[in-house]
T-cell receptor
Framework: EAQVTQNPRYLITVTGKKLTVTCSQN?????MSWYRQDPGLGLRQIYY???????DKGDVPEGYKVSRKEKRNFPLILESPSPNQTSLYFC??????????FGSGTQLSVL | SQKIEQNSEALNIQEGKTATLTCNYT??????LQWYRQDPGRGPVFLLL?????KEKRKERLKVTFDTTLKQSLFHITASQPADSATYLC????????????FGRGTSLIVHP
C-alpha cells in the first residue's frame, strides 16, 4: 500500500532534549516536505527536499534540521526543542506535478 | 507578496444542499491547483487537481472550477452529507519552476442533518 509513515504519533518532551521525528515513503517520490500546523495558521512549510542530498528551507525553518541521505527517508530533527515548537507536524511526499501524500501526523508537546 | 485566501469563517449548511468553498490567490502564476480534505488531528487527503488550462473538473459529488483571470477556484460539494464535515484546503503550485505547493489556511465545512 502506498503510504507515508511518520513516527511517533505523539511525543512529549522537555526543553532542550534533542529529538527526531522519522518519515518514510514507499512510492519512490522525489519531493518530500515537512509542515507544522497550528490553530489559525494553517500548514506552514518547514523544510523540503527535491531529491537525495538536496534540501531547502521553507517558511519556518528556524530551530529545525533535516537530512535526505536516502530517497525514502526524510527525518526532522529538533536539536534543542523549545515550547514554541509545540505543534502538529506532517510529513508529505509526491512526484512533481502530482498530488501530495501526507503522513498521519506527529503531535509534539515541548514542556 | 504571494497570498492564498480561503474564508476563515466556518460554512454551515443543511444536509442535501450544495456547499461552495472559495480559494482566491494573488501574485501567483499557478501551474495547477489542488483541493484537500482534512479531519481534526489527521493528515490532509487529496481530493482533486485542476490545471491552469482546465476550467472545470468533476469527481462524483465534487466539482472544482479554476478561473485564472479572476484568480479564483471554487470547490463544490453537491448533495452534502454530515460526513462531508471537515476542513478543506486549497494548494497552489506555481509555474515559476520550483513547483513547491503552498496551502491556504482552509475553510471548515459543517453539514447539519
Amino acid at each position: 500500500e502506498a503510504q507515508v509513515t511518520q513516527n511517533p504519533r505523539y511525543l512529549i518532551t522537555v526543553t532542550g532534549k534533542k529529538l527526531t521525528v522519522t518519515c518514510s515513503q514507499n512510492m519512490n517520490h522525489e519531493y518530500m516536505s515537512w509542515y507544522r500546523q497550528d490553530p489559525g495558521l494553517g500548514l506552514r512549510q518547514i523544510y523540503y527536499s527535491m531529491n537525495v542530498e538536496v534540501t531547502d528551507k521553507g517558511d519556518v525553518p528556524e530551530g529545525y534540521k533535516v537530512s535526505r541521505k536516502e530517497k525514502r527517508n526524510f527525518p526532522l530533527i529538533l536539536e534543542s526543542p523549545s515550547p514554541n515548537q509545540t505543534s502538529l507536524y506532517f510529513c508529505a511526499s509526491r512526484n512533481i506535478g502530482e498530488k501530495l501524500f501526507f503522513g498521519s501526523g506527529t503531535q509534539l508537546s515541548v514542556l | 507578496s504571494q497570498k492564498i485566501e480561503q474564508n476563515s469563517e466556518a460554512l454551515n449548511i443543511q444536509e442535501g444542499k450544495t456547499a461552495t468553498l472559495t480559494c482566491n490567490y494573488t501574485n501567483y502564476s499557478p501551474a495547477y491547483l489542488q483541493w484537500y480534505r482534512q479531519d481534526p488531528g489527521r493528515g490532509p487527503v487529496f481530493l482533486l487537481l485542476i490545471r491552469e488550462n482546465e476550467k472545470e473538473k468533476r469527481k462524483e459529488r465534487l466539482k472544482v472550477t479554476f478561473d485564472t483571470t479572476l484568480k479564483q477556484s471554487l470547490f463544490h460539494i453537491t448533495a452534502s452529507q454530515p460526513a462531508d464535515s471537515a476542513t478543506y484546503l486549497c494548494a497552489l503550485d506555481s509555474s515559476g519552476g520550483s513547483y513547491i505547493p503552498t496551502f491556504g489556511r482552509g475553510t471548515s465545512l459543517i453539514v447539519h442533518p
